[in-house]
């Protein structure tokens, strides 16, 4: 994309005159007119927001998120072989590479969206707004930028730091900045957002708010241990007036969309603009009919079989934990892969499969009435106050705290229909907090970060690994060679036409 841009930018230079470059053509929208209203800048900013979609909610979110945990498998399609299917089974089997056109999505997806910030950046002082919108459109785009770079950092470490609109060839090839360089300007972004950014205020509009971006910067200083400037970011976050909702399955109805339990969320809407989210599908069988699912006539025989819940995961969930049929159903049914014939929807508690059937659990978080096949009104759950509670606990906790940590955790515990926890020993009580995260935010592609920054990712993926072998060793199509989790495989690689184009270096491993 930048070698395009670049060629473009040359020919149109080259096919200038000094009095074109200074006078806009008047019917086209360009930077140089473009920034000028506040409509104008509220639009930009929907595009900022928009990009969100590519990087949270798509293929590459949920693959490389939770897909590459041991929350969630697939079911192997031998039927179609194309690369973007086996770009995501590799990603899945620690087999991924430097051409996966997936990870390449997901990096090129996050700077797309800094571009469009840093775009706003660039005018907004110049456009002679008042002060006070100047600022709530500062706050917005530093949190989405820092946002941005977040996801990159965790997922590519050091990578280019783009903190101005590209305007000319010798600006588009930075070389990769430091991991702290990195969460310098992200710390710096969101110190500035919080300054700028309203309190939320309920019903909440999907707009960042300077709970976001106090939840965002305790998530930033979690991940880097710094549990004291975690603790204190929580601190405020959890008495901004956000609250649980009293029944777990409801959080994801369509109806509680930006709820008093959301602190940010990816936004959708179902319809003909373009803005419906899809990713139902993907987690649903691959089968010629999922009707009895859906609730409307509907195939899925080459979208499906992603993200598939393990039964290793279902049985992490204690008894009488409300989550577990909340977020996974199992369809029952017959047929060869590829094409299940589904005959009933079953609980996935106390589950059994029949003998002579076929069982396939599904994601169930985000199954909701829409009226058209591939386009639901389910929006995608970035921060919801429940981490909140659970991160402070974890804090709390990390600092030789646990007693303090308890009644945060039991919150949660509490909601789910679950006795609370009395335990005060630090190891153990982490163990019971990290289990407690899994399942609370199952399917919501924290699981692999998660594993990552705690240290265990590692140890948890290979076990896992051998559990996957284990249970699909008739099936034959696990590598010999996948799962082999080592230090390299904990980021991904920065995508080889990124790195021949700017001259980057290539994460080891790679």
């Given at each position: 994309m930048k070698k395009l841009l670049y060629i473009l930018t040359i020919i149109f230079m080259a096919s200038c005159t000094e009095d074109f470059l200074e006078v806009l053509p008047e019917s086209s929208v360009t930077s140089g007119n473009f920034y000028k209203t506040e409509a104008q800048f509220d639009q930009a900013l929907n595009g900022a927001y928009a990009t969100l979609r590519d990087v949270k909610g798509s293929v590459s979110s949920w693959t490389m998120g939770e897909m590459r945990s041991d929350n969630t498998h697939l079911e192997f399609n031998v039927t179609n072989r194309g690369p973007g299917y086996m770009e995501r089974e590799y990603a899945d089997f620690f087999l991924d590479n430097n051409s996966s056109g997936m990870v390449a999505s997901k990096y090129n997806a996050n700077y797309v969206g800094i571009a469009r910030v840093n775009e706003i950046l660039g005018y907004i002082d110049e456009a002679g707004l008042s002060q006070e919108k100047v600022d709530d459109i500062t706050g917005q785009a530093k949190f989405l930028r820092a946002l941005y770079y977040f996801d990159l950092v965790r997922y590519f470490g050091g990578v280019p730091l783009y903190l101005e609109a590209v305007k000319g060839a010798e600006e588009a090839y930075l070389p990769r900045s430091s991991v702290e360089e990195v969460y310098n300007i992200i710390e710096a972004d969101i110190q500035e957002a919080i300054q700028k950014?309203?309190?939320?205020?309920?019903?909440?509009?999907?707009?960042?708010?300077?709970?976001a971006a106090r939840m965002l910067l305790a998530d930033v200083y979690l991940t880097q241990k710094n549990y004291q400037s975690a603790e204190a970011e929580l601190s405020r976050v959890i008495q901004m007036g956000y609250a649980l909702l009293p029944d777990y399955a409801s959080v994801f109805n369509t109806s509680n969309k930006n709820s008093v339990e959301s602190i940010f969320e990816v936004q959708y809407q179902q319809g003909n603009q373009g803005q419906q989210s899809?990713?139902?599908?993907?987690?649903?069988?691959?089968?010629?009919?999922?009707?009895?699912?859906?609730?409307?006539?509907?195939?899925?025989?080459?979208?499906?079989g992603w993200n598939v819940p393990t039964f290793e995961m279902i049985e992490t969930y204690e008894p009488d934990d409300a989550r577990l049929e909340a977020s996974i159903g199992i369809a029952e049914g017959s047929g060869v892969i590829g094409d299940m014939l589904i005959e009933a929807v079953k609980s996935p508690v106390n589950y059994t499969t029949p003998s002579g059937k076929r069982s396939y659990p599904f994601i169930k978080k985000f199954l909701n009435g829409h009226s058209l096949e591939r386009n639901t009104d389910d929006n995608f759950p970035i921060y919801r106050y429940s981490e909140a509670l659970l991160s402070l606990a974890e804090v709390l906790n990390e600092q030789g705290r646990p007693t303090e940590a308890l009644p945060y955790l039991n919150q949660v515990r509490e909601r789910a229909g679950l006795s609370e926890i009395t335990v005060t020993d630090q190891v153990q009580l982490r163990d019971i907090i990290a289990h407690e995260t899994r399942v609370e935010l199952a399917f919501e592609n924290k699981r692999w970060l998660d594993l990552v920054r705690t240290d265990i990712a590692i140890e948890v993926m290979t076990q896992n690994g051998e559990y996957l072998k284990r249970v699909h060793a008739g099936e034959s199509y696990l590598p010999q060679n996948s799962y082999n989790v080592t230090q390299e495989r904990l980021l991904f690689p920065i995508p080889q036409r990124e790195v021949q184009i700017g001259d980057l270096e290539q994460n080891p491993g790679y």
């Open positions: 950014l309203p309190a939320p205020a309920f019903p909440q509009s999907g707009r960042a708010t300077e709970g899809n990713f139902l599908y993907h987690f649903l069988p691959l089968s010629s009919d999922v009707s009895m699912i859906t609730g409307i006539t509907s195939q899925n025989r080459q979208g499906g």
